[in-house]
């Protein structure tokens, strides 16, 4: 896949919001600085009309971190960026949107100016890394003009790490094999943000699939250790000996930030498996 088509589907996100994903900061932080940025455009914009375009496709006042403006037109033509998406300025991306984003930026396009500042979650194949992260725009309509501001969610929810380790099992359920060359390969939708699946076979006590670390397939779980040297594999075998479903709260490096943060794992029997999910804590 050439550069120039992978901006393309950057810049296809819902509202073609093209965050790059980022750690500094929390979620509330980022998303009052998103809001101000556009807000801030929006001012800009009132005063110079579409000769504000400009100060908005070069870096500076409105390039914030990894945040910044950009601009469609009502028929998804790219007016202005001061990200990536600058190489697709006076370009129809809307044809590279899915029918669920296409649907979703037609419903865009129908707010009423007068509704003020929307906002939106989508999800998005980030170009860089090739994950699928969550996103999240402010926008506002202004006569034939859509001013946005999007950032990068860094954390799934509990819900969220719930409902990928109910599918997981499900999956396993019915195809184990097909199931964990799935979670191994990155494929089928077993690694969502910073969630990601792990499975352990209970009868040798290894894991079998790792939806990040291919490199732990077939090691010995029940020696893992947290990175303070505190057992968590064999703690989580102890746990699941009594039980068919438990969680289990410990210290992981989280594949998004590369920091060390609190994590609470939702665990699940799967016949002779061991299947879970952990979220991390704000």
């Not at 750690?23 to 940025?37: F, V």
């Not at 375009?53 to 006042?61: I, L, M, P, Y």
């Not at 989580?236 to 438990?246: I, Q, R, S, T, V």
């Amino acid at each position: 896949m050439g550069v120039l088509h992978k901006l393309a589907l950057l810049g296809a996100m819902l509202l073609l919001c093209l965050g790059q994903a980022h750690a500094a900061g929390t979620e509330k932080e980022d998303s009052q600085a998103a809001k101000a940025l556009l807000e801030k455009a929006l001012a800009y914009y009132h005063d110079n009309g579409d000769k504000a375009f400009a100060a908005f496709s070069r870096q500076g006042e409105f390039v914030d971190k990894d945040r910044y403006v950009f601009v469609l037109d009502t028929k998804g033509v790219m007016l202005a960026s001061g990200g990536p998406s600058a190489a697709l300025i006076g370009r129809d991306v809307t044809e590279t949107l899915g029918p669920d984003l296409q649907k979703a930026f037609k419903d865009a396009v129908n707010v009423p100016e007068s509704n003020g500042i929307q906002e939106a979650e989508y999800r998005w194949q980030n170009w860089e890394d090739g994950k699928v992260e969550r996103k999240h725009v402010y926008f506002q309509r202004v006569g034939q003009r859509i001013l946005a501001v999007g950032y990068y969610l860094p954390r799934a929810s509990a819900e969220q790490a719930m409902a990928l380790l109910n599918k997981a099992a499900t999956d396993l359920a019915k195809d184990e094999k097909g199931t964990l060359t799935a979670i191994n390969s990155l494929k089928g939708g077993y690694l969502q943000d910073d969630l990601y699946v792990f499975v352990v076979d209970l009868n040798t006590q290894r894991y079998v699939a790792h939806g990040t670390n291919l490199r732990l397939v077939n090691t010995d779980f029940g020696a893992i250790k947290d990175p303070e040297g505190k057992p968590v594999g064999e703690e989580m075998l102890a746990l699941m000996a009594k039980k068919d479903y438990g969680d289990y709260k410990y210290r992981w490096k989280n594949p998004v930030t590369n920091k060390i943060e609190d994590k609470h794992a939702y665990l699940k029997k799967v016949g002779h498996l061991l299947v879970a999910v952990g979220y991390y804590s704000p």
